[in-house]
C-alpha cells in the first residue's frame, strides 16, 4: 500500500465538478441514472472531501434522515487510492461530524448480496469491515424489466467508537 498525504475537510460548491468528474470514473459502481442522482443530491446533501494537493480524491455526503439518523448518500475514491485509507479517514470525518450532531445511527444502501458482482462485493465488505450491519433488503429495487436487483440498507450504531 503506497503512502499518500491528503486532507480531508467539508465539500462547497466550488468542489462538485471535480466530484462528478471523480465518480464519473468509476463506472463499475454507477451508471448514469446514479450520477444523475448524485447531481441533484450535491446541490442539498453535506459532506466532506480528501484532497492531495489541489486534486479532489474522494468524497462522502450525507443527509439528515430524521433527528437521530443520517444516510451516506455518497462515497467515492479515485481508483488509484483504493485501499490507501481515503475511504476510511472519509468515514471517520463524517462519523464524528454526525457524532457531535447528536445523530446515533448511519445509513447506507448498496447492492445485495444476491448480485454477485465484484466491486459491489467490495464495496459491502468495506462497510463490514468499519462497522455496518445488514438492516435491510429490499427486493427487485434497482433496475427495471428482467434486469432488477436487491437493495441492501446497512446500519452502523454511532455510539460505539469502533468505526477509527
Request: hydrophobic residues 40%.
Amino acid at each position: 500500500m503506497a503512502l499518500i498525504a491528503f486532507t480531508i475537510r467539508p465539500f462547497n460548491g466550488s468542489d462538485r465538478d471535480s466530484m462528478l468528474t471523480l465518480a464519473r470514473s468509476l463506472d463499475e459502481w454507477l451508471n448514469e441514472e446514479g450520477l444523475t442522482q448524485m447531481e441533484r443530491d450535491l446541490a442539498h446533501h453535506g459532506g466532506f472531501v480528501a484532497v492531495d494537493r489541489d486534486r479532489v480524491i474522494g468524497f462522502v455526503t450525507w443527509r439528515r434522515i430524521d433527528p437521530q439518523s443520517a444516510d451516506l448518500s455518497w462515497l467515492a475514491v479515485v481508483r488509484e487510492h483504493h485501499r490507501n485509507g481515503v475511504g476510511t479517514a472519509l468515514l471517520h470525518a463524517l462519523t464524528e461530524r454526525l457524532r457531535s450532531d447528536g445523530i446515533q445511527r448511519l445509513e447506507v444502501s448498496t447492492v445485495a448480496d444476491s448480485l454477485d458482482y465484484e466491486p459491489y462485493t467490495r464495496t459491502r465488505a468495506f462497510y463490514r469491515a468499519r462497522g455496518f450491519q445488514d438492516f435491510r433488503v429490499d427486493r427487485d429495487f434497482f433496475g427495471d424489466g428482467d434486469d432488477r436487483y436487491d437493495r441492501l440498507t446497512m446500519q452502523l450504531d454511532l455510539s460505539a467508537r469502533d468505526t477509527e
